[in-house]
């Protein structure tokens, strides 16, 4: 097929395609172009299957854990292990593009679609959104970078106004978008909220920020029904509309004869489409057969496993050999919950059934394991079945293991979480259970911090086990009996309760959303102001114990290098999960007390040790001044901080910056 260019498409061909063929396509304008097919992520695929009597169904994918554990990873490498994978599951379905990842910052911790992102820092959100996409497009199809932006809440999504001042938008709100562009994703999603006032479809000043300071060069559309005028978003950069709209796509054409909108307005969206085409056509040439299921599912275990987080342990994990042990939760075991996972445009139809923890304890531990539900959800509540049997089992027990959570009828897309606690009757069950057995270990399945406060104490051990996908059964068996080390590290602060969070005031607002905690977010407000914390960002337990040492910098043309030891002194082998922290030491504008600026997650071996070495980007010390309307670094001393979370600092050192190049201090 010869390819097209504007000038070879009649007005109204460039019409229809700027808007969309049904739920997924692009328009192939009567067979002169290819269509291009698109469908959900970001936690596996989501293909929707139209039959022609308007039945929907929806295509068995493999589960991959949800993007807030992948984000626990800290790895590169699983993020982009997950893109490859997830461009399997495309290719055998034949999707040119996946619909993710999203970005959007975690600012509170209710917001429903938390699950679905990575972090409430845009650095770790944004360095691994970016290996994600790499991944994903090295295998052939495209991603969707979305969704821009200031999309932070899903209550009134629909109508709400993100009000946000301009250096919170650059620092905190555009920099994942900033950091995700730098691996040119094909396409990019619009949100459904307005930003200062105005529709994300019709924001002509975040279009241009995205593609002329961050380089964007794919196509943008809109989020599914997001298009309120389409002509306004026409002429603001809005390249396709999803889904088809026969009503806006009138009242375009109407709004094009009557001179509303110029043909080189128009002819900019519909060039843009062809490029897309063009370009998902010739990434179509590289795509290689799909790497087997069985394949897959490993990548979806080996995040899972390098995602789950120990956030407490007396000592009662790893589960020694021979162990006896009453697991109790519905969602320990197959049964009436299937997958656990967050609701919406991101769920997975799975093939399979919910993993049997206690059978996969059964064969780790060869002893005696029993398991009583206890207690079965539905909507937002629980409620108990035969919680007494449960109690018995952990009285006699060596160990109980209490198996808690949400699902998607508590988080889920298009309503937020009314509180961060567990339903009440988990509640209870936790108490009870560990009123009964000292060595009650907590295993929580859920995609969103949850208030630990009621029952933390009661326990001996809490792990995060998240929405952790196909292969979290094995996974979490593997962790809980010492096969695999712990090794995930939260990406999002646990804060004591709702009250405490620096959003909490302003969250819920109908209309206008306004962003008073400024860059105040997760670990920036509470390290900043000493607010106490029940798990601080970064925290994650391990079965070794780590020891930092001999921290040195490095100032070149390209910035500061961090070089320092971190030595396993146990006897397993285990990875730990670095961050470098920058505190500037005075400064004109006020500075959140820290800000991540590198991470690296180390394989270090039992009694051994390892040099790791971390380049701090060279905008790491910079600011947005809304003073010269760019990137400022001010002079000044700068301290580089080495830690295990945001609130354990192992090693510091300092660096004199001037004219924006750093030196040692002498
Ligand atoms: C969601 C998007 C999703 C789209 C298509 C929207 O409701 O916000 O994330 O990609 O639907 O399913």
Same mark, same amino acid.
């Given at each position: 097929m010869k390819k097209l260019t504007t000038a070879d498409l009649t007005a109204e061909e460039k019409l229809r395609l700027i808007c969309s063929d049904g739920f997924w396509h692009t328009p192939d304008l009567g067979g002169k172009l290819p269509r291009v097919s698109v469908s959900d992520g970001p936690t596996g695929l989501r293909k929707e299957n139209r039959k022609d009597n308007g039945e929907v169904e929806t295509v068995r994918a493999v589960a991959y854990p949800a993007i807030q554990s992948l984000a626990n990873t800290w790895s590169r490498d699983c993020a982009r292990s997950m893109g490859e994978a997830l461009a399997g599951d495309c290719i055998e379905n034949d999707v040119d593009i996946l619909l993710a990842p999203g970005v959007n910052i975690k600012r509170n911790v209710l917001n429903g679609?938390?699950?679905?992102?990575?972090?409430?820092?845009?650095?770790?959100? +944004?360095?691994l959104a970016r290996e994600y996409i790499e991944g994903l497009q090295s295998c052939g199809i495209g991603a969707c970078l979305k969704h821009y932006y200031a999309n932070n809440l899903e209550y009134n999504r629909l109508e709400q106004s993100s009000e946000v001042d301009e250096r919170t938008l650059r620092e905190?709100?555009?920099?994942?978008?900033?950091?995700?562009?730098?691996?040119?994703?094909?396409?990019?999603?619009?949100?459904?909220?307005r930003i200062n006032g105005v529709y994300a479809s019709e924001n002509k000043k975040g279009f241009r920020i995205l593609r002329e300071e961050f380089g964007f060069d794919g196509a943008i559309y809109s989020d599914w029904e997001a298009v309120r005028d389409r002509t306004a978003a026409a002429k603001a950069g809005l390249d396709i509309e999803f889904p088809f709209n026969q009503k806006n796509y009138?009242?375009?054409v109407a709004d094009y004869h009557a001179g509303l909108i110029s043909d080189e307005e128009l002819d900019a969206c519909a060039g843009r489409v062809l490029d897309l085409v063009y370009r998902c056509e010739e990434m179509g040439k590289q795509r290689k057969k799909a790497v087997s299921r069985e394949k897959r599912h490993e990548v979806a275990q080996r995040i899972a496993e390098e995602s789950i987080v120990l956030l407490k342990n007396d000592g009662v994990l790893p589960l020694a050999k /021979?162990?006896?042990?009453?697991?109790? +939760?519905?969602?320990?075991?197959? /049964?009436?919950?299937g997958l656990v996972a967050g609701g919406g445009s991101?769920?997975?139809?799975?093939? +399979?059934?919910?993993?049997?923890?206690p059978a996969l304890l059964r064969e780790r531990l060869d002893s005696e394991v029993k398991y009583e539900p206890a207690f079965w959800t539905k909507g937002i509540a629980s409620t108990w079945q035969k919680p007494h049997k449960a109690f018995l089992e952990a009285a006699e027990s060596d160990v109980a293991v209490v198996c808690a959570g949400t699902g998607s009828d508590i988080e889920y897309e298009g309503g937020d979480r009314e509180n961060m606690r567990l339903p009440a009757v988990q509640e209870n069950l936790i108490l009870e259970i560990a009123h009964r057995n000292p060595n009650t270990v907590v295993v929580l399945f859920a995609g969103s911090a949850l208030d630990v406060s009621a029952w933390e104490d009661s326990v001996a051990a809490i792990v995060w086990a998240g929405f952790c996908g196909e292969g979290g059964g094995e996974a979490l068996a593997d962790i809980l009996t010492g096969k695999v080390n712990p090794s995930g590290k939260l990406s999002e602060t646990f804060p004591v309760c709702l009250e405490s969070t620096p959003s909490y005031g302003t969250f819920n607002d109908a209309c206008v959303s306004r962003y008073e905690e400024g860059l105040d977010v997760g670990y920036r407000y509470y390290d900043t102001y000493h607010v106490e914390v029940a798990y601080p960002f970064g925290h994650g337990l391990s079965y070794s114990e780590f020891v930092y040492s001999d921290l040195k910098l490095f100032c070149g043309e390209g910035g500061v290098t961090v070089r320092f030891n971190v030595e396993n002194i146990s006897k397993q082998d285990g990875k730990e999960i670095s961050q470098v922290y920058i505190r500037p030491m005075q400064s004109f504008?006020?500075?959140?007390?820290?800000e991540l600026k590198g991470y690296a997650k180390t394989l270090v071996s039992a009694g051994g040790s390892v040099g790791v070495e971390i380049a701090l980007a060279a905008d790491a010390f910079a600011y947005y001044s809304t003073a010269t309307d760019g990137w400022r670094t001010d002079d000044g001393i700068y301290e580089i901080l080495i830690g295990a979370s945001s609130r354990d600092i192992?090693?510091?050192?300092?660096?004199?910056?001037?004219? /924006?190049?750093?030196?040692?201090?002498s």
């Open positions: 679609r938390n699950f679905e992102y990575f972090s409430e820092d845009p650095y770790l959100a +944004g360095t905190i709100y555009l920099k994942p978008f900033q950091i995700a562009c730098e691996a040119k994703p094909v396409s990019a999603m619009c949100a459904y909220n009138e009242k375009l /021979g162990t006896s042990v009453a697991v109790s +939760g519905e969602y320990a075991a197959p /049964g009436r919950c991101s769920m997975v139809q799975w093939s +399979g059934a919910f993993f049997d923890l504008v006020y500075r959140p007390e820290k192992r090693l510091t050192a300092k660096v004199k910056v001037e004219n /924006g190049k750093a030196s040692l201090l």
